[in-house]
Structures are given as structure tokens and as C-alpha cells.
């Protein structure tokens, strides 16, 4: 069965993936690969420590995600030798001061009610685990099943992986090296022109170059470019807005380190500062993620007390943020809904068209979850059966929490006139909305005058 994938972040690659694994003809259309949101992800491999009040309804989505990606990861391995960037270094919570220490206790105490594995650290044990760390901090919890990808590592890889030939051997059903279009989808319509009859309605989906594609079933995973799609999309409005994220990346100078010492801090850092949080990922080649602000202000770009607050915040926990070069300020636009939870499932008259969007600050995480139960909806590769009755109970379960149809029309997110444009991109300069997959780049940092020359 000929599938298009609308979408190349971290979703969209993964679906495509497991539709290819599963013997599916697959395409995917997108204007770039991993240029938006995943690009400014930090990887965080996190459903505990990223647990909130109010999200318990996400809980058992990212858990049984995070389940999955063992073995996800070992069978890309087996398809293509790329790095992924994945460490298993578990998390610590940390908080700056007594008013950060009861605010983080209250949440620890709201994730240790849920069963999560999160254990006190007397401050002996968090200095000889982090001897980097400032010396007021001295009240941590240990999260040691947290890990992390390097999400621009693994969208490499994922691409690699559609592309390759595959040994018959380790993958005996697999479909095709996928079709791959450096394309915006601007329309999605059924094809009345098609011979398959209303029982099995094809797709025609239009390029903004003009040029038209006709496929079976359409996975329409583009993250906010979902209401810049007209037709189908138009007629089924969703709930997604734009959850602005800045986030920095620094770089360890090798004077900073003791001999042998490749990174100064191991664990993953989660804190709570002045009553805000940040985060710092230790990354394999002596870089350090920073992130990561939450804000719906409409500025596309980044905001300058972001930085400002990332980079105060984070020194006060590692003094030695100071000291680092400051290497990439990137910006970014999250798929966020009302309620947190992603937007998963078929559309009520459209059983060929899969949604899969939302996934707001969890996309890494629930990517897994998101292209296997994406790839159920599709069907198998010689049927035209949804395979939706297979489903598990759980997964049943998981589908109906994320069911798109919760997001009605009368959300006052959503256009009421959907010949409107949706509203889910914030303009760019000229007050047009930016295309989907054309998010702003990663802002380079200025040379100092030295290096000017």
C-alpha cells in the first residue's frame, strides 16, 4: 500500500520508518528534515522529571513511550551504523533556594505518588556525584531511569535509515527505500478521479510547486503546518497554537576540566530557580544544551530576557556556565493543544487520513508511540482493513486520550469559519505566516572583536 508522510520532524521520520519496516511504499514530503521543532530539542528521554500537576492524563503516554525506545534504537542500529546520541545518564532535580527546594518537593511528592523512582540525595552523595555544581546547592532527587537522544543525530539517522537497502534477513517485510520530496503540501483532497471506489477513496495532495501526488492513506504529521494544508485540513480544524522555546547551546573548554574529565556534569540537570526551570543535557562531544523557555508571546524570534534569564539561571547552578562559549541561540515553535496531550487518529469521514500532531514539548519522547500507533491506523500493507481492531486495550486506551476528535471546533483556538486560516503560526517580518518547516535558523553568536580579526 502507497503511503505519504506530510512531515519530517522527529514524528514524521519515525512514522515513516515504521511504515517502511512494515512493508509499506512510503513517501515523505516535507521542505526539510528535522528543521523545526526537533531541531531545537534538547532529547530528553524524561517521563518522570517531566511530569507536572495537572498532567495525569500524559503520564501513561510518555511511560509507554519511553518503553519503546530500547528497542527502537537497536533496530535502526541494525538498519544503518549512525550515531544517535543516546546516553543513559538518568536526572538530577535540583532547586536553588528554600522557596526551589518546597516547590520541588511538592512535585516530587506528586511524581513518587504516581510510583515514579525518585529518590533524596543527601548533599555528600550529590557533591561526589556532581562536584561541578554550585556549593549552595545541597538538596538534589535522583531520577536514574531518565536518558537522552541527540535529536538532530537521530533525524540524521532516521533519514538514512529511509534511504538505505535493507538486509532481507533483519527485515523480511520491510517496503522500499521511501520516496523523500523536499516539498510543502498546500492542499490535501480525495482524488475524484481515482478507481478505487468510495469504500477506498484515494488522496490527492498538491505541491507548492504545482506538481500533484495520489496515494492510498496520508499520515499528515507537520507539526503546526497542519492548518497551512487547505482542503481536508481546513474542513477538520484542530486546537494547535504556537508554544515559542529558546534554547542555548554551550561549549566545555577543555581548561575548565580536571585530567580525564570529558564533561563537567554527568547527570542531566533539572532546577527550579527563582521559581523557574531550567535544564542542562550534557552532551557526549563537551557540549552542553541550556533550555528551555515556555511562551505564547507571538515573537518568532528570540526574546532577549529568555536568554538572559537561561544563561543566570543556569550559572547559578554551574558557575562555570560563565566560562563557556556560547556556540547557538536556536528558536523554535512547539505544536501546542489545550490540554497537553497529542492529537492522534483518523478523521471521522476521512479513515485514509491519520493526524499526528501536537506533541508540543514531548515530541522525542513520544515519537515512538506516536509511528507505531500511527502505523496501526494506517493498516497493513496489503489490506485496505484499518488495523485498529488488533489494537491492545492499552493502546485502544492511548488512541482514545489522543483521539483529535476531543478538539471541537468550539475551542475558542479554532477558526469558526474554516475557510479562515488557522491560526498556527506566528508571522514572520513581513506579516505573512511563516511556511511550514521554514522556522528561523539557529542564531549565530557574533564574534567578539578578537575574533574579527
Excluded: C
Excluded at 50 to 74: C, H, K, N, W
Excluded at 379 to 391: I, K, T
Amino acid at each position: 500500500m502507497g503511503v505519504t508522510v506530510v512531515g519530517a520532524g522527529i514524528v514524521g521520520l519515525l512514522t515513516a520508518w515504521r511504515l517502511r519496516r512494515e512493508g509499506h511504499a512510503v513517501t515523505l514530503v516535507a521542505p526539510d528534515v528535522g528543521r523545526d521543532a526537533t531541531y531545537a530539542a534538547a532529547g530528553m528521554l524524561a517521563p518522570i522529571s517531566e511530569v507536572q500537576y495537572g498532567q495525569d492524563r500524559l503520564y501513561p503516554i510518555m511511560t509507554a513511550s519511553r518503553a519503546e525506545y530500547s528497542e527502537f534504537l537497536a533496530e535502526l542500529a541494525r538498519a544503518v551504523d549512525a550515531p544517535t546520541g543516546w546516553r543513559e545518564n538518568g536526572t538530577i532535580l535540583l532547586a536553588a533556594d528554600r522557596s526551589d527546594r518546597d516547590a520541588v518537593a511538592d512535585l516530587v511528592g506528586v511524581q513518587q505518588a504516581h510510583g515514579m523512582e525518585v529518590e533524596p540525595m543527601t548533599s555528600s552523595v550529590l557533591r561526589r556525584r556532581e562536584p561541578a555544581l554550585a556549593p549552595g546547592v545541597s538538596k538534589g532527587w535522583d531520577v536514574p531511569s531518565d536518558h537522552q537522544v541527540d535529536p538532530r543525530l537521530l533525524t540524521g539517522a532516521l533519514a538514512e535509515a529511509l534511504a538505505a537497502p535493507l538486509d532481507p534477513a533483519a527485515f523480511p517485510e520491510a517496503g522500499p527505500a521511501a520516496r523523500q520530496l523536499r516539498e510543502t503540501v498546500v492542499a490535501l483532497e480525495r482524488d475524484d478521479d481515482g478507481a478505487a471506489g468510495p469504500a477506498a477513496p484515494r488522496y490527492r495532495l498538491t505541491l507548492a510547486s504545482g506538481e500533484e501526488l495520489v496515494d492510498e492513506r496520508v499520515v499528515l504529521a507537520p507539526g503546526l503546518g497542519y492548518g497551512r494544508i487547505a482542503g481536508i485540513p481546513r474542513r477538520h480544524p484542530l486546537p494547535l497554537r504556537p508554544v515559542h522555546g529558546d534554547v542555548l547551546r554551550l561549549r566545555v573548554h577543555s581548561d575548565q576540566l580536571a585530567p580525564g574529565e570529558e564533561q563537567l556534569i554527568t547527570a542531566t540537570i533539572r532546577a527550579m530557580v527563582r521559581g523557574r526551570s531550567v535544564y542542562l543535557v550534557p552532551r557526549g562531544d563537551g557540549g552542553i544544551v541550556v533550555g528551555a523557555s515556555s511562551r505564547e508571546d507571538g515573537m518568532a524570534g528570540t526574546r532577549a530576557g529568555a536568554v538572559q534569564e537561561l544563561l543566570d539561571d543556569a550559572a547559578t547552578i554551574l558557575p562555570a556556565v560563565k566560562d563557556m562559549e556560547l556556540e547557538e541561540i536556536t528558536t523554535r515553535a512547539r505544536p501546542g493543544t489545550p490540554d497537553d496531550i497529542p492529537l492522534l487518529g483518523a478523521l471521522d469521514d476521512e479513515p485514509g487520513v491519520v493526524v499526528s500532531t501536537g506533541y508540543s514539548r514531548h515530541g522525542i519522547l513520544l515519537a515512538p508511540i506516536g509511528a507505531r500507533l500511527a502505523a496501526a491506523l494506517v493498516g497493513p500493507p496489503r489490506s485496505d482493513a484499518p488495523r485498529a481492531a488488533e489494537l491492545s486495550a492499552a493502546d485502544a486506551a492511548l488512541l482514545a486520550s489522543m483521539d483529535p476528535a476531543r478538539a471541537t471546533p468550539d475551542d475558542p483556538s479554532v477558526p469558526s469559519d474554516p475557510s479562515e486560516p488557522h491560526p498556527v503560526g506566528a508571522p514572520d517580518a513581513s506579516g505573512e505566516p511563516a511556511a511550514a518547516g521554514m522556522s528561523p535558523g539557529p542564531t549565530p553568536v557574533p564574534p567578539t572583536p578578537a575574533q574579527k580579526g
